[in-house]
């Protein structure tokens, strides 16, 4: 009997786990921001949603710094698997939270549900080439995209070693539109790619 979809998933974080242990994040990570920085939908981008890397995790910290006129979010975890989304600075303080993960403080601004997100930067442990992503199996971020999969770009920043031809995936997993790794940036096929200026 093949292994379930859930039995599946288990299997892969572990080895994706084992395989960034030996992966140099700070050098793939600063290639991979320099492949940003060059890239059209993010230059035209004006409000964009990141996270606070783990250390085996694409860091894109330094964009925050090297482009400070852009309007820059982070995500806060809260009960119930839930996301709020804060403002975020260069200089703005970030506190751990229970899983090690640095966040805003919850005193900081948030989101104006008016303002619309152009980006959103999501992390993976995996990714296949049709844009499905594996995360760590809480579903924050598959909760929280429902709402913005329609109008906001979403893209993975992860290293090439990390992508595979295809992914087991639940009816509610929210696949991407972008793949970005040290090489290049990938659109995906069969998921519709929204423009920023929209």
């Known amino acids: 009997m093949p292994p379930s979809t859930a039995e599946a998933k288990k299997q892969l974080r572990q080895d994706a ?3 960034r242990a030996h992966l140099d994040m700070a050098s793939l990570s600063q290639v991979i921001c320099n492949q940003i920085t060059q890239w059209e939908t993010f ?3 004006t409000h964009i949603l990141t996270y606070a890397a783990l250390p085996d995790e694409i860091n894109l910290i330094p964009l925050i710094e090297q482009f400070p006129e852009k309007h820059w979010y982070l995500p806060r975890v809260l009960p119930q698997k839930k996301l709020q989304i804060h403002q975020a600075s260069p200089q703005m303080p970030l506190a751990s939270n229970a899983f090690g993960i640095l966040e805003p403080l919850p005193t900081a601004p948030i989101l104006d549900p008016k303002i619309p997100l152009h980006l959103i930067f999501i992390p993976a442990l995996l990714i296949d080439r049709h844009g499905t992503r594996l995360g760590f ?4 971020y598959d909760r929280f995209l429902v709402e913005y999969h329609d109008k906001s770009i979403l893209c993975c920043p992860i290293p090439s070693a990390l992508w595979m ?3 087991p995936q639940d009816p509610w997993d ?7 790794y040290e090489t290049g940036i990938v659109s995906f096929p069969n998921v519709t790619t ?3 200026d929209n």
Do not use: F, N
């Open 17 to 19: 786990r084992e395989k």
């Open 194 to 196: 929204i423009s920023p």
């Open 43 to 45: 230059q035209k981008a």
């Open 137 to 140: 199996g809480g579903g924050y």
């Open 165 to 167: 031809d295809e992914l």
């Open 174 to 180: 929210v696949k991407v539109h972008w793949g970005i």
